[in-house]
């Protein structure tokens, strides 16, 4: 089946530690999106990639940083300079153009030890 | 400023019953969509309805329209004959162009109560 799979479901990261959650898609995307989602604030965008081996910053891209390598994949990786990553971390999928709706992953939870 | 706004951070609806989800947005882009997504408990984002900015008829999906009023800038989610299964956040979202690329971007989401 076509989807999206992100993994882990739950992280949980040391303090001063690098984490990276993994996002693969099956679906012959070209675009690929990594959100924060906090109690109350929607989804914000952190990065965005639209084409391999390109990547534009979101609007809250501090404290992370991306790859994609392969049109598949866009693992995102929380540094520790990201002072609270304790949130709901969603990627998605999806074409390029205005009429075309996003498919998202299940989401991965990270929290501080 | 906001692009999406959601003005309600809760809403309660009687199973059976009507309900309408608000989102107004601000572009200056003639050429944007707009889409709602539902999020369950369980946390994944399911796409829900499309409206493009040149659709001269509202869209309808199943149990969901969007009531599109343009010039007020306005694309209001209504569920109908609401159920249990409906209860979740809903997001508005929209698509316009920024530096080339259509980025989306999302309202707070309103959370939606089914009572039974």
């Known amino acids: 089946d076509g989807g999206i799979t992100q993994s882990p479901k739950y992280l949980f990261r040391k303090e001063g530690q690098n984490v990276t959650l993994s996002c693969e898609q099956n679906?012959?995307?070209?675009?690929m999106y990594w959100y924060r989602q906090d109690p109350g604030q929607g989804l914000r965008l952190i990065y965005y990639?639209?084409?391999?081996?390109?990547?534009q910053k979101g609007d809250i891209a501090e404290g992370y940083s991306v790859s994609r390598e392969k049109k598949e994949s866009f693992p995102l990786t929380v540094t520790s300079a990201q002072k609270n990553p304790t949130a709901f971390y969603l990627c998605?999928?999806?074409?390029?153009?205005?009429?075309?709706?996003?498919?998202f992953g299940d989401g991965t939870r990270l929290s501080i030890l | 400023a906001q692009k999406i706004t959601q003005t309600q951070p809760g809403m309660f609806v009687q199973e059976k019953e009507a309900v309408t989800l608000d989102c107004t947005y601000d572009?200056?882009?003639?050429?944007?969509?707009l889409f709602w997504y539902k999020q369950p408990s369980s946390g994944e984002m399911i796409f829900l309805i499309y409206q493009g900015s040149y659709d001269q008829q509202n869209a309808t999906e199943g149990r969901y329209s969007l009531n599109f009023q343009k010039a007020r800038k306005s694309a209001n989610l209504v569920i109908s004959a609401s159920q249990l299964g409906d209860s979740a956040m809903y997001f508005c979202a929209m698509r316009e162009r920024t530096g080339g690329s259509y980025i989306p971007t999302f309202g707070r989401g309103t959370s939606l109560i089914v009572h039974p």
């Open positions: 572009t200056s882009d003639p050429s944007y969509g």
């Open positions: 998605a999928c999806g074409g390029t153009y205005s009429n075309q709706p996003q498919h």
């Open positions: 679906l012959n995307h070209d675009a």
């Open positions: 990639s639209q084409i391999v081996n390109d990547f």
